[in-house]
């Protein structure tokens, strides 16, 4: 499997190796010839002088690098609430392997040949890459090395355990595979992971594993508006008009505090076709000959398991034995068949009724009168043919954005794959001509109004084709009139948050005192029991966990864990007095005060901690909380002005901080 892999891999990269070689070609002999005609002092480290001539090597060794393997001239960049991945600047490249060779850090021969066992690239290969670069074998390892010697420093420079040559060798690979498929967050973990895993200490380890896998219980009532909004007058003209202006060129939860917006998200009408693959089964026979035919061409498939997997194959059973399951299986891919043949047919239907429109750049040119056949003769047309009619709906009179098109019944949750990317359904309504830009990420799709979709699968096997009727990009209302209604009643909401907060201390006091029960029925509420959560989650960074009705929010979280984790010090959560059980946080964004009790605390066990802390994405996430936990650590450590800071490197023209 992992032979496939790495193939499979190499493969797909070999394109991106190719153009890497073709621009190292022109850049090395011109590197060469410029450094020859004029080589100049660009800066000093600790008595020695670095040229120009220093730079051009630098950068024509990482090009080297890349031309092996595209990720081996890059890094990733973490830093808290950032992700990025560079190409190492010449500069870079210099000052790493001088202070590298300064701490007696080095890289040997036979690690870079393990690295490329591990990449795939074989004697045959690396021929071939030193061949058209004009260069030697000998230059290419040599680069190698260096960088080998620079992942070495980086983990050393880093306080990191240093990975092997072929676990970096695997993450690359898989980090290039989450590149193709558009994985950002993946690969810039695995490239990441493959700087070296963190030297762990077990109390910083324990407080992160603590963070992320102990959960507290709550019980929760919450104080909305709602329960106030009698209380409240009808707002001035006066008011709505500045909360209008305020919030008119926001999306709804981008603003601080509430949340606000009346900005008019991307928005689509869309209607869809299903083929609904239980009537398309009810249609499909199997016969006695083709079952049998089936079974005579997938023996293997009903051959029962070797107990040992070593052990040669059983043999299949009789097919008498096993009908029922080849007559299953058969009309199984049957419908599949048919319902795929159906979706073609009607998706070439619409296609046909479009053909006449002139192409452009990959689009049909359609004039603004033009109105495609009607899905619902579509529909018909497939049931004359097929005996099944597909359902269609219309979804004319209703704006959907991306959050409404994916919690569509059935279409809402289907996917496709296209051009090595998963596409749900959403992003792809929303990849329209009409509101997506034309190099955006699913522009590949040329989608437009009025035309089909590709056929799209849910889970069950029912199939879609879907057309976008008509497309909005996001815009701000021409007047307030346009949305008064919702200003009207969020400007009455915000009145309400405000005697909310007035009266938090009354509330904190009946939830200490009454029954939780009696506290909702006063706050014209019910009861709220989110799933057990934990303080943190691992996502592309830590990040709160969603809990029911709150979302993510720290601040919540941070105080329910504080006062929990108090009690838990002191002896069972279960027990202690209500008073002190209870807390009440006030959550702005939901304009919303939240009476919490905590009912329980479940702290990670030993046996937990010593199972998670040995699994291999942990040392990533924790690095992550480090990030997230240091004041310093927003700055990028090997950037060029933080290596020159750290090593002592003079720009030519600067003077050193001793001469200052």
Known sequence: MLRFFRQYVMNQWTLVIGGCILMVVFLLPSACLNSAQRDMTVGHLNGSTIKSSDLSAAESEVRVCSAVFPLLGVRAILTPGNMDVREFTPLQWVLMLKDAQAQGLSASEAEVTDLLRGLGVNEERLNVIANSLRTSKKYVIDSLRKRATIQRYMAASSGLREV????WAGMLLTAAQARMMRRGDLELGLLDMSTGSVRMSEPITESFL????????????????????????????ESMKKLFEEYKDKLIGQSEPYGFGYRYPDRVKVEYLTIDRDKVAATVKVDEAEALKYYDENPSRYAPRAENENAPPLPPPAYLTVRDAVYKDLKSQKTDDLSLEIARYARGLMIDDARGQPMDGGYRDIPAEWKPIALTDVAQKVQQKYGVLPSVVREDSVWMDSDALAALPGIGGTLISEADQIVRFADYAMSVREIADESGDYAFLRFQTRLPSETMRDYPGNLYLFRVIDAQRSHVPQSMDEVATQVRYDARRIEAYKLIESERASWAARMSD??????????????????????????????????????????FVDAVFKVAQDLAAKGPVATAPQADRTLSVLVPEKLTLFLVRIDGYDPMTRKDFEKRATQADTPFVLKQLLLDRTADGAGDPFSEESLATRVGYIRSGEKSKADN
């Open 164 to 167: 092997s040559a072929a676990d």
């Open 514 to 555: 009454q029954a939780i029960d009696e506290v909702a029925t006063a706050a014209q509420a019910t009861v709220v029991t989110p799933a057990p959560f934990p303080r943190r989650v691992p996502e592309r960074s830590l990040q709160p966990p969603m809990v029911r009705d709150v979302g993510r929010n720290a601040g």
């Open 210 to 237: 603590q963070d992320t896998f102990a959960t507290v219980r709550v019980s929760m009532v919450p104080v909305t508006p709602k329960a106030y909004m009698d209380k409240v007058e009808e707002p001035s003209e």
